[in-house]
């Protein structure tokens, strides 16, 4: 039972135009949800995360939106840039307990 | 970057043999995680650990074993390598604490023919 999905296996976009990532969760007792970025051959970066008691988190270029009653989260990049281009998992947990990953999307920023 | 190191990068082994995976940290964080990551199904976790000698597992971990006897070193083992656990590994830490995100090591590519 895949608890967290990510439905787009890639994503290809212009660089300068927004990049929407997109994740759908099945447990609504997720209360903890993150993004990992992850380059070839390098571990997963944490990337930006939001408790379910806010729907919008920013950082920079990176915003992250809940939607709680959709059981869905996004990342928005904006402007996306050519070194955006990596593989990006959403991940959630409960109360602090083990992360549960998305299957991740690969984006590619094109010049 | 979080102080992890993995070891090795890379192995290449038969079926049957005994393998050992280490993940070494340096940010004396209590909490630790072995996961492995093949196509199609993002991360998953194999064991953890909330401090010395505390394991646990996690959805994947028939066919691995952990030990931890310091705080700074996460031992991932299979005792009889099979060709399913060819994988990519990677160790993780963590603060305890609610919303503490993970950091990553940058893996071990393991192969076994």
């Known amino acids: 039972d895949q608890q967290v999905k990510q439905n787009s296996p890639s994503l290809s976009v212009q660089e300068g135009r927004i990049s929407i990532l997109n994740c759908d969760y099945t447990?609504?007792?997720?209360?903890?949800f993150l993004w990992y970025k992850k380059y070839p051959a390098e571990g997963p970066t944490f990337l930006i995360s939001?408790?379910?008691?806010?729907d919008k988190n920013e950082d920079g270029r990176f915003t992250v939106f809940l939607n709680k009653s959709a059981k869905h989260l996004s990342l928005h990049i904006v402007p996306s840039q050519p070194g955006d281009s990596a593989v990006y998992f959403c991940?959630?947990?409960?109360?602090?307990?083990?992360?549960?990953f998305g299957e991740g999307t690969q984006l590619t920023v094109n010049p | 970057d979080a102080g992890i190191t993995q070891s090795p990068r890379h192995k290449v082994t038969e079926t049957g043999t005994p393998v050992t995976l280490r993940c070494h940290q340096t940010?004396?964080?209590?909490?630790m995680y072995w996961y492995r990551q093949d196509p199609g199904h993002g991360l998953r976790l194999i064991h953890y650990?909330?401090?010395?000698?505390?394991?646990d597992k996690g959805e994947v971990s028939d066919g691995y074993s952990v030990s931890r006897s310091k705080t700074e070193d996460f031992l991932l083992t299979l005792e009889s390598a099979t060709s399913s656990q060819t994988s990519v590994y990677f160790c993780?830490?963590?603060?305890?604490?609610?919303?503490?995100?993970?950091?990553f090591g940058d893996g071990t590519r393991l192969s076994i023919l």
């Open positions: 447990n609504s007792m997720f209360d903890y």
């Open positions: 991940a959630a947990s409960e109360r602090g307990s083990r992360l549960t």
């Open positions: 939001i408790s379910s008691i806010k």
């Open positions: 650990s909330y401090g010395v000698k505390d394991t």
């Open positions: 993780a830490i963590s603060e305890p604490g609610l919303n503490q995100p993970q950091h």
């Open positions: 940010e004396n964080h209590r909490y």
